[in-house]
């Protein structure tokens, strides 16, 4: 399963209706209702904020609304999109501003499912799905000459949102995989003569 790393958006206007389609990522159920909610409030002035999500490790929890487009026209097309993308902790909204023309069924499946399609292909044109790996929060704490030693073994491990705060000693904190963590906490005690320990 892969996850979207940023937000991205792609619009289209179809038969005098737009459609804005909107990625999101997203890690909780919680989460992804909340941002549909104040996805409504932003566009209160649009006929339509229609919604699909996939969350959970293996994309187990999954929501959708037509938002009172026909039945079945509109959520569903999206979140197969979605699926068939195999994509989780993704929220996605599509946004309609009737034009004045009515699509018909076949029409509405079509512009959601293609406005879905499309702002996928928008985020993989621009590399923002990553593989999805757990990830572990890490901190620790060391002097300035092991600071050195220390940023050159973490060069070798996958790790994000570092954060370094440099007092009288060096606060290094962020995430890392989850499966690195044993060697790199290993790799901190060897290098410290068993002085510095990751937490």
């Not at 904020?49 to 938002?67: C, L, R, T, W, Y």
């Not at 399609?117 to 985020?123: E, F, N, S």
């Not at 999805?132 to 070798?156: H, N, P, Q, R, W």
């Amino acid at each position: 399963m892969e996850i979207i790393k940023e937000y991205v958006k792609y619009e289209e206007n179809i038969k005098g209706s737009r459609f804005l389609s909107e990625l999101f990522p997203c890690t909780s159920q919680s989460e992804a209702r909340e941002l549909i909610k104040s996805q409504k409030e932003k566009y209160s002035d649009a006929t339509h904020v229609v919604h699909a999500f996939v969350i959970g490790p293996s994309g187990e929890v999954m929501g959708m609304s037509d938002d009172g487009e026909p039945s079945g026209t509109a959520g569903r097309p999206a979140l197969d999109v979605l699926k068939g993308r195999k994509c989780t902790n993704t929220v996605l909204t599509i946004t309609r501003w009737f034009g004045g023309t009515l699509l018909g069924t076949g029409g509405l499946v079509k512009a959601y499912s293609g406005g879905a399609k499309a702002v996928l292909t928008k985020a993989d044109e621009a590399e923002l799905f990553e593989e999805l790996v757990e990830k572990s929060d890490f901190s620790l704490c060391c002097g300035y000459e092991a600071y050195k030693t220390i940023k050159k073994i973490m060069e070798g491990f996958h790790i994000s949102e570092l954060k370094e705060d440099f007092g009288t000693q060096v606060d290094i904190s962020g995430k890392l995989y989850a499966a690195e963590k044993k060697e790199l906490s290993d790799r901190i005690l060897d290098c410290s003569n068993g002085k510095i320990t990751l937490k």
